[in-house]
T-cell receptor, first 116, second 115 residues
Framework: GAGVSQSPSNKVTEKGKDVELRCDPI?????LYWYRQSLGQGLEFLIY????????KSGLPSDRFSAERTGGSVSTLTIQRTQQEDSAVYLC??????????????FGPGTRLTVL | QQQVKQSPQSLIVQKGGISIINCAYE??????FPWYQQFPGKGPALLIA?????SEKKEGRFTISFNKSAKQFSLHIMDSQPGDSATYFC??????????????FGRGTQLTVWP
């Protein structure tokens, strides 16, 4: 079946502009995660949605970052007033079934964001 | 604060050799330790995972060794092949608590296998 998809695959923007990154998780998965991957920094957790529970936003680096998940499926990560340090690959992952606890997280290919 | 520490940062191995990547953690609440493999331009993909109730898990050429008392775990790739050249991430998470399901990643190891 289809995996996690993300769009756009690449985004170049100017400093100070807002950007929206989209994630389509695997159908039926209850959990959705956003991570950020910067060169040499590994994967940094940003935010986590689980079913109808309040999201875990503890990884968001500033109030310029926000995310929502509509209808328990598609998620959008929004970065306002982008800064050069926001340049990174933004990865989305999904996991879990309604019956069980979280298990394997399946990652999308990522969105490469470049802020000029 | 890096909750999972990974070494080395890069590793070069000859074809047929053994690749070893090490990770250490502090939080004893972690109860699931996956390894992810990432090729350029792709997202990470689960390679193999272990829970702390076993000391070793083997899948094909890939083996995880787990030392609960030392809070360390490692990935061994036997008979390394050029196709194994990728970035490897160790990770940890716990199935309970407010951060349910969140993965804590190491910084990654870039493995290059020479033919």
């Amino acid at each position: 079946g289809a995996g996690v998809s993300q769009s756009p695959s690449n985004k170049v923007t100017e400093k100070g502009k807002d950007v929206e990154l989209r994630c389509d998780p695997i159908s039926g998965h209850t959990a959705l995660y956003w991570y950020r991957q910067s060169l040499g920094q590994g994967l940094e957790f940003l935010i986590y949605f689980q079913g109808n529970s309040a999201p875990d936003k503890s990884g968001l680096p500033s109030d310029r970052f926000s995310a929502e998940r509509t209808g328990g499926s598609v998620s959008t990560l929004t970065i306002q007033r982008t800064q050069q340090e926001d340049s990174a690959v933004y990865l989305c992952a999904s996991s879990g079934t309604p019956q069980g606890l979280n298990n394997e997280q399946f990652f999308g290919p990522g969105t490469r964001l470049t802020v000029l | 604060q890096q909750q999972v520490k990974q070494s080395p940062q890069s590793l070069i191995v000859q074809k047929g050799g053994i690749s070893i990547i090490n990770c250490a953690y502090e939080n004893t609440a972690f109860d699931y330790f996956p390894w992810y493999q990432q090729f350029p331009g792709k997202g990470p993909a689960l390679l193999i995972a272990i829970r702390p109730d076993v000391s070793e898990k083997k899948e094909g050429r890939f083996t995880i060794s787990f030392n609960k008392s030392a809070k360390q775990f490692s990935l061994h790739i036997m008979d390394s092949q050029p196709g194994d050249s990728a970035t490897y991430f160790c990770a940890a998470y716990r199935d309970r608590g407010s951060t349910l399901g969140r993965l804590y990643f190491g910084r990654g190891t870039q493995l290059t296998v020479w033919p």
